[in-house]
Nanobody, 123 residues
Framework: QVQLAESGGGLVQAGASLRVSCAAS????????MGWFRQAPGKEREFVAA????????IYANSVKGRFTIARDNAKNTMYLQMNSLKPEDTANYYC????????????????WGQGTQVTVSS
């Protein structure tokens, strides 16, 4: 079992930057593909970004490409999502997820989930 804990959310103005983190409980993190998803009020949870276990491959949703960067530090069992040029439509609860398999864009590709951290972007 892998436990994930997100942190770093908050309230920022449009155009600002914010970095959210995801700490994993086990060393198996270093062999897991990882992803970020988000869920806005009244909407379905959606894919944001993902990275392979070695960091060599990344994928991003079109809505965040060029503004968000996913990164990981396997020595610290931690994953990050750097968010720049934030927009009000980025407001959501951000979840990290770990996969026992390969990198993917669907919720069903991931086996473990954190509780989420709220990011609110004011206009």
């Amino acid at each position: 079992q892998v436990q994930l804990a997100e942190s770093g959310g908050g309230l920022v103005q449009a155009g600002a930057s914010l970095r959210v983190s995801c700490a994993a409980s086990r060393r198996t993190f270093s062999s897991s593909a990882m992803g970020w998803f988000r869920q806005a009020p009244g909407k379905e949870r959606e894919f944001v970004a993902a990275m392979t276990w070695d960091g060599r491959s990344t994928i991003y949703a079109n809505s965040v490409k060029g503004r968000f960067t996913i990164a990981r530090d396997n020595a610290k069992n931690t994953m990050y999502l750097q968010m720049n040029s934030l927009k009000p439509e980025d407001t959501a609860n951000y979840y990290c997820a770990a996969s026992r398999g390969t990198i993917g864009l669907k919720e069903s590709d991931y086996d473990y989930w954190g509780q989420g951290t709220q990011v609110t972007v004011s206009s």
